[in-house]
């Protein structure tokens, strides 16, 4: 392997995200909007291509390119199939995991039974993980590909992202704090990260959802009384938003009473048998209508995605809820427009999320491990 410096290596890294996020950029593209010299950004692209990690092609003639004279540019693209990330949704029972390539594609999916006891789930994972890339990826591939760089698990309930713990969880029934991401990294020589399931979905629709946006808040919301619930994952500038701790929060409503356990108000009024299952509906809908209303307006929000159970029939009434809320909630008479849509990922979208989650981490981290280059810690090392 070669050694280079930790400059070095975290500017090929910066090089590598750049790309990852846009799909074709020119080299003085990437030298400028890195603010790195061109004779830098030259010879990490040159070492790209001999590694067979990007390629280059001539920009369209008729592009924008054109009409400022001169030849168009070669635009260097990633090979988005010489990695892949793991995105799991831990399930009481169970786990998703599929298997996404750099562009955000789906190479395989496929759920798994696991054991009854949350430390030993770990190794059942691992061991699924393992065999599902060998039997559905690594044979599947004519080329070299470079394996598996990060695994992000998607979570209900409340994580910590450093300790890699599972804090609370009601579905998963953890009532104390359990080091799920490094039980599994043990077995797994490869970075784990955990979200709440919120905020993975919240980052599918980010980095591989239908529009292009820097901010948004994602509603993962559960309807199947007597359960009401709700999960929020917010991004501002394209960053996820989590407490100064690091540990997410579960959502409460407003009009819950302080002795509640329950997030939503008309959870106590069902099961106190106060309201049928159509008030309770609208109910619901209101509840959450009215929160999603003031965080648009405390945060400044421009967009909103509903997931989970609001597909359907509940969109368009909670959307429309929503809508009314925003516009009656404001003194503000300059309140830009705010854009409600479903969620772009309707399946696996939790999964999906954990792992572009993991992937952002392994970019932010400057842990990706890029063949022939030294990672940070074998530079520190060295």
Known sequence: MTELNRHRYENAVRVLEALWRNPAMSRADLARNLRLDRSTTGSIIDFFLNAALVSETHADPKAVYSRQGGRPPLLVELKTDRFHSIGVELKPNSATVLVTDLGGNVVCEKAFRLGPRIETRAVDLAKHMRELYRDMVSASYATPIHGITSI??????????????????????????????????????????????????????????????????????????????????????????????????????????????????????????SVDPSAARIQYSDELAVSIAFLVHALDLRNVVLGGDLGGEEFELVSERIGQHVRTDTVRADHQPLELWPSSNTHSAVALGASAGALRELFFTHRFPIPGIATRDTVRQA
């Open 152 to 273: 992000g698990i998607g979570v209900s309930g409340i994580v910590s992202p450093d300790a890699q713990s599972i804090e609370f969880s009601r579905e998963l029934g953890i009532r104390t704090s359990v080091p799920f991401g490094t039980l599994l990294q043990e077995h797994m020589d490869v970075p784990v990260w955990l979200f709440a399931d919120a905020d993975a979905c919240a980052l599918a629709e980010l980095e591989y959802g239908n529009r292009r946006v820097d901010d948004l808040l994602f509603v993962l919301a559960k309807l199947d009384p007597p359960t009401f619930r709700a999960g929020l994952g917010i991004v501002l500038d394209r960053n996820l938003r989590t407490s100064h701790s690091g540990v997410g929060r579960e959502f409460r409503s407003p009009f819950v009473s302080p002795e509640s356990s329950e997030q939503f108000a008309v959870a106590d009024d069902f099961s106190a048998g």
